[in-house]
């Protein structure tokens, strides 16, 4: 077992560009921080009085996207061979 299997989190995709589910406990647990930080807030706005709600969307969108980034670039370091196309079988 190589040091790229070693550091793996996330099994590559079959066929076509991307990481597949996670192989290790590393991956699920950042998995489900993602979906914590994006589907969370939508379950407090309604606390959020209306005149500052838009504010707290737009907010929460930025946060969004930066965690998405982020767990995208761990995708990319730690997906067992790196993130490229793939035929499947060719290969």
């Given at each position: 077992?190589?040091?790229?299997?070693?550091?793996?989190?996330?099994?590559?995709?079959?066929?076509?560009?991307?990481?597949?589910?996670?192989?290790?406990?590393?991956?699920?647990?950042?998995?489900?921080?993602?979906?914590?930080?994006?589907?969370?807030?939508?379950?407090?706005?309604?606390?959020?009085?209306?005149?500052?709600?838009?504010?707290?969307?737009?907010?929460?969108l930025?946060?969004?996207?930066?965690?998405?980034?982020?767990?995208?670039?761990?995708?990319?370091?730690?997906t067992?061979?790196?993130?490229r196309?793939?035929?499947?079988?060719?290969?």
């Amino acid at each position: 077992m190589n040091d790229d299997q070693n550091t793996a989190w996330f099994r590559p995709r079959r066929y076509g560009y991307g990481a597949g589910l996670p192989i290790a406990w590393q991956g699920w647990v950042a998995l489900g921080l993602l979906l914590l930080v994006v589907i969370a807030p939508s379950f407090f706005l309604f606390l959020i009085p209306p005149p500052y709600r838009i504010v707290a969307m737009i907010g929460s969108l930025f946060i969004a996207l930066c965690a998405t980034g982020i767990f995208l670039a761990l995708c990319r370091n730690h997906t067992y061979g790196g993130l490229r196309w793939r035929w499947g079988d060719r290969e």
